[in-house]
Each structure stands twice: as structure tokens, then as C-alpha cells.
């Protein structure tokens, strides 16, 4: 079983930046389907950014221009780079790795959840204005 571990969360204030980090047990992220998600208080989790199974990158509106997802492979490392953060960006922040059967079978976009099977614990990030 794969195991991610994020890291990077933290306190900024309005039109800051963090970068998150995502850590795996395996050598996962240059062969498979990648993502960012995110969870707010009361929010259903929503996709940030996905990569693919043919490398194609898949970002959410609301973050296309301030956010980009990079990985490592010899690191065995995902990141997101998140620039000019605002209050709504505020959630907790999971990477997922992996495409999921139902990915193949129905067809789902890379930025559904349903879409990735394993996840991280989650790093919060906190945008105060």
C-alpha cells in the first residue's frame, strides 16, 4: 500500500505564498494519476489540480495562474507551489495518487475524488486577510 505524507501547511496572510509537499512510500508519481485536493469546513473536498494517466494537467478555475503542480520522481516528492493566496483558499489539503477503477470504468475527471486511491492525511493551509 502507498503512503503519502504532506507536509508545508501553515499561516499566510493574504497574496502570500506556501508550496506543499507530498511525500510517498513508493516510486508512485511518475507513472500514475496525481492530484491536489482540498476540504474547507462544511465543504464537500474539491479538486485543485490533477495530473492524468497521459500527463495531461487539469487545474480548478478558481486556482489557474496562482497554483502549479510539480513533482519529483528521484524524491519521490509532489508539490504544489500556491502564489497570491486568498481567504478562500483556506482548507485543509490533501495529495492522492493512483487511479482508481472507477477513474477507468466511468470515465471521472483526474480532479474528482473519486478518481484517486491513496491519500494523505492533510496539512492545513490558513489564509488570513
Known amino acids: 500500500k502507498v503512503q503519502l505524507v504532506e507536509s508545508g501547511g501553515g499561516s499566510v496572510q493574504s497574496g502570500g505564498s506556501l508550496r506543499l509537499s507530498c511525500a510517498a512510500s513508493?516510486?508512485?508519481?511518475?507513472?500514475?494519476?496525481v492530484g491536489w485536493f482540498r476540504q474547507a469546513p462544511g465543504k464537500e473536498r474539491e479538486g485543485v489540480v490533477g495530473?492524468?494517466?497521459?500527463?495531461?494537467?487539469s487545474y480548478a478555475d478558481s486556482v489557474k495562474g496562482r497554483f502549479t503542480i510539480s513533482r519529483d520522481n528521484a524524491k519521490k516528492t509532489l508539490y504544489l507551489q500556491m502564489n497570491s493566496l486568498n481567504s478562500e483558499d483556506t482548507a485543509m489539503y490533501y495529495c492522492?495518487?493512483?487511479?482508481?477503477?472507477?477513474?477507468?470504468?466511468?470515465?471521472?475527471?483526474?480532479?474528482?475524488?473519486?478518481?484517486?486511491?491513496?491519500w494523505g492525511q492533510g496539512t492545513q493551509v490558513t489564509v488570513s486577510s
Open positions: 495530473i492524468g494517466i497521459d500527463g495531461s494537467e
Open positions: 513508493q516510486y508512485i508519481f511518475s507513472r500514475y494519476c
Open positions: 492522492a495518487a493512483d487511479c482508481s477503477l472507477s477513474y477507468y470504468n466511468e470515465g471521472l475527471g483526474i480532479r474528482d475524488p473519486r478518481s484517486l486511491q491513496f
